[in-house]
């Protein structure tokens, strides 16, 4: 019986092909949208999930209320580890280490700038990456030693054994190599190619060295024994500020569990509110509604063919098939369908993989290898077989055998109703998605032509690496990029100028009331700063050598005079770090360092000439073509400081990073949105070839009576037309709430207009008649006796 | 073997009601031939589908061999069906995906007889029926009086106790026709039960007992002698 099943399944797949290409490329397309965006929900969920105890693993976190707001970040000092392995009741490890930073790793002439962290020996422990080569439980104990990963040390070693061979650490410390470990895998928190022990870091920053709580230096992971100690471990942790500042204690700590520190990392008044996840749960719902759509298709296309199963259906029925045997032999071709679409679906997502994972920058891949993979394959196919299969199979087996034996046609209106709603359903979908994703673009488009206070065109930056930091090279340095024309304007700056960090709280003024905390970011600017980014000064003068008091000074940002209601910003005498008497001599207009969607956070400036700058910013000279004023950039920092590769980049580009989220939300909308639409045109041919072969001998009839063409076309689209319409309607108010709610994250928002909406009316109408149309047309244009003679 | 007495169906539509039955009484022997004729409408094919099982009369009663059929459920009804009854339709309802072998064969599967025990069955009624020659074939392949030999084997195959025939020869040339009605006589002979609703007092002239009905009533009975007479 079965085989005899599955040879009608395959026969009636032959013998309509043009349907059969319909049903599964359209169920294909489905599953393999549905399988990128569950593969890309898997690989967001599984974030630092790959350690053994990672279910028993927090992430110490500290809230610091300042400007009226608490922030929250994973920043603590470096006394928080040793003292929460101490006093915190249940911690088995807690480990410090610093956060991944770019270093020189040397060996031979072989000069690799280099991902690296420096953490104790509980970090492993911890977080138990697989150890190739050399002993988990001895390495991180000396000082000068360094651990590390598969490629990298394929890249500075070649195929040779890299145990005991050395490194060196920026041109300085020469560091043996103890142990070699698997990469870290690409969905982690705490990415680095390198390990190095955190005594070599206070050997290096002697300031790190003196246990302090005061500033934030690094990053504690603690690892509980059990998670039954969690709720009194994390109550203890809270007072942890204050049992050792005693005085005047800055900040609670918390333990956030590691599992939820990707996807969770939105904190609001100190507790966390989300994040990520949010995303993940719009692509989880969107994996969702594009299977349906496809499984809606499917049902549509198996039950407008259902006259053509009718007569075997009531053959079956007459000779003594029982209406279960029908059910499941119906559900059985869905599932044989849904089957042949994975395989194309399977083909498919290979295909797109590379395209998507270049795309979003992140590492997809079907690990062909793990049997969950095939478990949640085979379901999801199942769930669509039955799915899909489940109305035309009930539909299907409930014919009446005498009915369609004689010959009758089989009364289908309830059939077209359901279907017509089905289509409706469809068209909700794309149209909530053509909504959607037109107001993520729009905000996307508002957001980067948002004036971000400089000009980030034709803006490079440089970091500053060893020999560079010697004042005398950077003024020489600085001083060779003008002279060779391929700068306009050069400054430094203490920080990257698209990232944020460095801040403070302890500023004060005249006027200030005590119990207020403002947090101010804080940056050192060089020489003509103002100009080569190209902001204004909105009052007031830039720092300059003809002012040797402007050790002295500080300069403001307009947030910061607005912040701490400056009525004469100019002269007023700020106090930095308890004693240190500052003038502000000049405003900045404000510019945005970090997020683009937030306002513009306090600011205060001083000259770099007082701490190290991080970066050299060159405005590259309009009047000289880039790339050769590239290379003579290059050539000029590589004479200065040969031993570094140049580290040099685009602000503009390096800008765009701060998109990277809404434009991953746009990306896979606008493309999983265009699939949707694309099924659901399918279905809808699908809809529209049944109604013209019903309509057939209306159509002929109406024709012998004189109708046109176009007459008959308006006849056929007319239903449709309303359909879309219908379900425009029910999807305008749905994508309203859904947009204004993604929309209510961002401070700087693009107002809803009518745009999108009529964008998506139009659309979803164009594409229906078009779709219906070419169905129609056909029908149309035949000859009206064919339809007629055999009456 | 069978006796209906005071059957009754009703023909509803939202404006009309049609009784197309109106208290039929009929006894049909084991090893008759009982052709029904009668005008358009006058509920011949209704009669045939409730002795088929196929329709529900709304009252009444059908015994086959002492078994009341009409108080059975869904499931009980096709299972007697399959085991006892076999049908041969004007328009033959061959399943056009499936070869003239395999069309034959699914009444076997239907009743869960085992693979090679089918194929016997098949092939020896392949035989009988002349068709050996065209097993492999598909319905569309065949001609009219083909498919119909190939729609009485499929009937035959499970070697049912009663074969309802519902105007065997209406889609067929008379030569065909002949064909089709001289293989129910045949079978006839071996001892089937056979029921045809016809139009054509030709093809009634095979069979033993001809029932006349109009607007759901029996009008006459006739017992065709010279048919008789040859199986005495």
């Not at chain 1, 499984?295 to 039950?303: A, G, I, K, Q, R």
Request: proline fraction near 3%; glycine fraction near 6%.
């Amino acid at each position: 019986m079965f085989k005899l099943n599955l040879k009608i399944a395959l026969r009636n797949l032959w013998r309509n092909k043009g349907f059969s290409l319909i049903n599964i490329g359209g169920l294909a397309i489905g599953l393999a949208s549905c399988m990128i965006l569950l593969l890309y929900v898997a690989y967001e969920w599984s974030y630092d999930k790959q350690f053994t105890d990672h279910d028993k693993t927090y992430v110490v976190y500290q809230n610091a209320v300042a400007n009226g707001k608490t922030f929250s970040w994973a920043w603590t000092p470096n006394a928080m580890a040793p003292e929460v392995k101490e006093k915190i009741p249940g911690v088995k490890y807690a480990s410090h280490s610093t956060y991944p930073n770019a270093k020189l790793i040397t060996s031979g002439d072989k000069k690799l700038i280099s991902t690296v962290i420096f953490a104790d020996q509980s970090f492993v422990k911890i977080l138990d990456y697989k150890f190739i080569k050399g002993n988990p439980d001895q390495v991180l104990k000396g000082i000068n030693t360094i651990i590390l990963t598969k490629s990298f040390a394929k890249k500075i070693f070649g195929n040779e054994d890299p145990i005991n061979k050395t490194v060196t650490l920026d041109n300085q410390d020469v560091l043996k190599v103890e142990a070699v470990i698997d990469d870290v895998p690409a969905n982690t928190s705490i990415n680095f190619e390198c390990l190095m022990p955190w005594a070599l870091f206070e050997k290096k920053e002697s300031w790190a060295k003196e246990k302090n709580w005061g500033s934030n230096i690094c990053l504690t992971i603690v690892q509980l024994q059990d998670n039954k100690f969690f709720a009194e471990a994390n109550a203890d942790m809270k007072g942890i500020y204050k049992r050792n500042q005693k005085d005047k204690f800055t900040a609670d700590a918390l333990l956030h569990p590691l599992d939820k520190w990707h996807l969770y990392s939105d904190f609001e008044n100190g507790k966390s509110v989300g994040g990520k996840i949010d995303q993940l749960k719009i692509f989880l719902m969107l994996a969702f509604c594009i299977l349906l759509i496809a499984c809606v298709n499917f049902m549509n296309l198996s039950t407008a063919r259902s006259e053509r199963r009718a007569k075997e259906v009531g053959i079956r029925k007459a000779i003594g098939s029982s209406r279960k045997s029908l059910i499941s032999q119906f559900l059985l071709e869905s599932v044989f369908i849904t089957f042949i679409s994975t395989i194309l679906a399977f083909a498919l997502v290979e295909i797109s993989l590379s395209y998507f994972n270049n795309l979003l920058n992140i590492k997809l891949q079907i690990d062909y290898g793990n049997i969950k993979f095939w478990i949640a394959l085979l379901a999801l196919m199942l769930f669509a077989g039955f799915m899909a299969g489940s109305y035309p199979a009930l539909y299907l087996s409930s014919f009446e055998p005498i009915k369609v034996l004689k010959g009758l046609k089989i009364r289908t209106d309830s059939s077209v109703s359901i279907r017509k709603i089905l289509v409706v359903i469809q068209f909700v979908f794309a149209a909530c998605l053509i909504v959607c994703t037109s107001v993520i673009y729009q905000q996307l488009k508002y957001a980067k032509n948002k004036p971000i206070g400089y000009d980030k065109s034709n803006l490079i930056q440089i970091s500053v690496e060893g020999r560079m930091r010697e004042e005398s090279k950077l003024e020489l340095l600085k001083t060779q990029l003008l002279k060779s024309g391929a700068a306009s304007h050069v400054t430094t700056f203490s920080k990257d100028i698209t990232e944020n960090g460095n801040n403070t709280t302890g500023i004060s003024w005249e006027g200030k009331n005590p119990n207020e905390i403002i947090l101010f970011n804080n940056r050192g600017i060089g020489d003509n700063f103002i100009e080569t980014i190209g902001t204004e000064l909105v009052s007031g003068r830039v720092f300059s050598d003809k002012f040797p008091a402007d050790t002295n000074s500080v300069m403001l940002n307009e947030a910061a005079v607005k912040m701490m209601r400056l009525k004469n910003p100019i002269g007023a005498i700020i106090t930095w770090g308890g004693n240190t008497r500052l003038t502000n001599v000049g405003v900045v207009k404000d510019f945005v360092v970090e997020s683009a969607y937030q306002k513009v956070a306090p600011m205060i400036f001083y000259s770099s000439r007082r701490d190290g700058a991080a970066v050299i910013i060159v405005r590259l000279n309009p009047n000289q073509n880039i790339s050769s004023s590239l290379e003579k950039i290059d050539e000029l920092v590589r004479e200065t400081e040969p031993n570094y590769p140049v580290r040099r980049k685009f602000v503009d580009e390096s800008f765009e990073a701060k998109f990277q989220n809404e434009k991953l939300l746009g990306t896979l909308s606008n493309w999983f949105g265009g699939f949707a639409i694309f099924i659901s045109c399918l279905g809808l041919l699908g809809l529209a070839l049944f109604m013209a072969e019903q309509r057939k001998k209306e159509i002929s009839i109406r024709k012998v009576l004189g109708a046109s063409t176009a007459n008959i076309l308006g006849l056929l689209n007319k239903d449709f037309i309303k359909l879309v319409a219908i379900a425009n309607l029910i999807a305008f108010p749905l994508a309203y709430i859904i947009i204004n709610k993604w929309l209510s994250a961002f401070e700087y928002r693009v107002p809803i207009s009518v745009l999108p909406f009529v964008l998506a009316l139009s659309i979803s109408l164009i594409i229906a008649i078009l779709t219906v149309s070419i169905q129609s047309v056909k029908v149309a244009k035949a000859n009206p006796v064919d339809a007629l003679k055999y009456e | 073997m069978i006796k209906i007495e005071n059957l009754e169906k009703v023909y509803k539509t939202e404006e009309v009601e049609t009784t197309a039955l109106n208290g039929i009484n009929l006894h049909v022997k084991a090893g008759e031939f009982v052709s029904i004729m009668g005008p358009s409408g006058c509920g011949k094919s209704t009669l045939l589908n409730v002795m088929g099982l196929l329709d529900k009369p709304e009252g009444g009663s059908y015994k086959f061999i002492d078994t009341e059929l009409l108080t059975l459920n869904d499931r009980e009804r096709s299972n007697f069906r399959k085991r006892n009854m076999g049908f041969v339709f004007q328009n033959f309802n061959l399943i056009d995906e499936l070869t003239v072998f395999e069309n034959i064969e699914l009444p076997l599967i239907y009743n869960k007889v085992p693979a090679t025990e089918r194929k016997k069955l098949v092939n020896e009624i392949i035989e009988r029926m002349n068709i050996v020659n065209r097993s492999g074939h598909f319905p569309q392949q065949l001609s009219g009086g083909q498919q119909q030999r190939v729609a009485v084997a499929r009937a035959l195959v499970t070697k049912p106790k009663l074969v309802l025939a519902d105007e065997p020869t209406g889609n067929l040339d008379s030569s065909h026709g002949n064909e089709v009605m001289e293989l129910l006589c045949e079978l006839n002979e071996t001892g089937t039960t056979i029921v045809m609703v016809t139009h054509s007092s030709h093809d009634a002239s095979f069979s033993n007992r001809i029932i006349n009905l109009k607007d759901g009533h029996v009008i006459s009975e006739k017992i065709n002698k010279s048919r008789n007479e040859e199986l005495i």
